[in-house]
């Protein structure tokens, strides 16, 4: 950073997109725009001349597209990256993630709408995020080894294996819930790819995140895990053996239906500034399960997480959260570590070894 600013390059095929990013980021104290491409080969040259702190990206563009890009850039410069990306696309933005990007934001309608203005906040709010991220843990979770994570995961949680508690007794914790923002993505990939068989707990996840794109991230996620994977609709059962994901710009809670527990799916407050609400989700599981609840915050900016880790202890739970030594962002951990609530601080590779230990399946 120059002069304390935030330099950004724009990379865009769409004209009327970069003039749209490039707008919302010129209204932005302390950011700087200090060029913009019209493809990826054009955006590798301004990378190298400019050195910005922080790139725009769109994934589809003509000559050199996004992910070529985003190679290229990570092997010889690494620079955060923000794609900006339709929702159509929603698939892209998690290869894209895997690349080495660190966030993204759905791409600016073609039209005048109420929706620029949610995309303009959500873009200010990740560049702030973004610009600080460090691109060793970016890079390392994008390679499935942060930490040793990747040789690791695989031996945590194998079938037939018990890591404690006695043979047949029930797990410690009946549910865990887990909360991330930046980075997290890649990390939830981790820690449900390694478990590859069905312990009968309840798993729920809060990952900040915009309208449109949880539905792919959890059909993403299933194709790793043995446990069944699904963007959370009204009336799901949260069920044994299942993975429950807060759609974006919405809160997940939890109610009692008989004997079961099923999911609703609640819209936020309106000076809620985190969505799905890590918080929120924490809170009513807390009601449901209380002392057989195990809590996880992951990733992330800002202190989503931490009055519901808070609340989870206070109810007899247990919270663990994730080391800065791994997280891309120390803002969620952190905060929710400062309120005493936590039990234990742990790299990401071994969070889900914790996670199984305390379970004691």
Do not use: W
Request: hydrophobic share 40%; glycine share 10%.
């Amino acid at each position: 950073m120059k002069n304390g600013k935030v330099r950004v390059l724009v990379v865009d095929d769409s004209a009327y997109n970069r003039r749209t990013i490039i707008r919302f980021l010129q209204e932005m104290e302390g950011v700087e725009v200090v060029g913009y491409a019209v493809n990826g080969e054009e955006g590798l040259r301004k990378v190298f001349d400019l050195k910005p702190d922080l790139i725009t990206l769109d994934l589809e563009m003509p000559r050199m597209d996004g992910f070529s890009f985003l190679r290229i850039l990570m092997q010889n410069r690494p620079t955060p990256v923000i794609v900006v990306s339709a929702r159509a696309d929603d698939q892209n933005v998690f290869r894209a993630l895997e690349f080495g990007a660190v966030e993204f934001v759905a791409k600016p309608s073609a039209q005048i709408s109420p929706e620029l203005f949610n995309i303009r906040d959500d873009l200010v709010r990740k560049v702030c995020e973004v610009a600080g991220a460090d691109m060793k843990k970016v890079l390392g979770r994008a390679a499935g080894t942060a930490g040793g994570a990747a040789g690791e995961y695989k031996g945590v949680v194998r079938k037939g294996q018990r890591l404690a508690g006695k043979k047949g007794a029930p797990p410690r914790f009946e549910a865990v819930v887990i909360g991330a923002s930046t980075g997290g993505p890649p990390a939830l990939q981790a820690i449900f790819s390694a478990i590859q068989h069905r312990p009968g707990i309840r798993f729920a996840v809060s990952q900040h995140m915009p309208p449109g794109f949880t539905h792919a991230f959890a059909e993403r996620l299933n194709k790793f895990t043995a446990l069944d994977v699904k963007e959370a609709e009204n009336g799901d059962l949260f069920a044994p053996d299942r993975v429950l994901i807060a759609p974006g710009g919405k809160n997940l809670v939890f109610r009692r239906l008989g004997e079961d527990i099923v999911a609703q799916v609640v819209d936020p407050s309106p000076d809620q500034r985190y969505t799905p609400s890590v918080d929120v989700m924490f809170r009513s599981a807390s009601e449901i399960f209380g002392s057989s609840l195990l809590g996880v915050v992951l990733t992330g900016m800002g202190n989503d997480g931490a009055r519901g880790a808070r609340l989870i202890n206070d109810r007899g739970g247990c919270v663990i959260a994730e080391s800065e030594e791994t997280s891309v962002v120390f803002g969620m951990p952190k905060e929710a570590i400062a309120t005493g609530s936590i039990d234990r601080v742990v790299p990401l590779n071994g969070i889900c070894r914790e996670i199984f230990r305390r379970c004691g399946v």
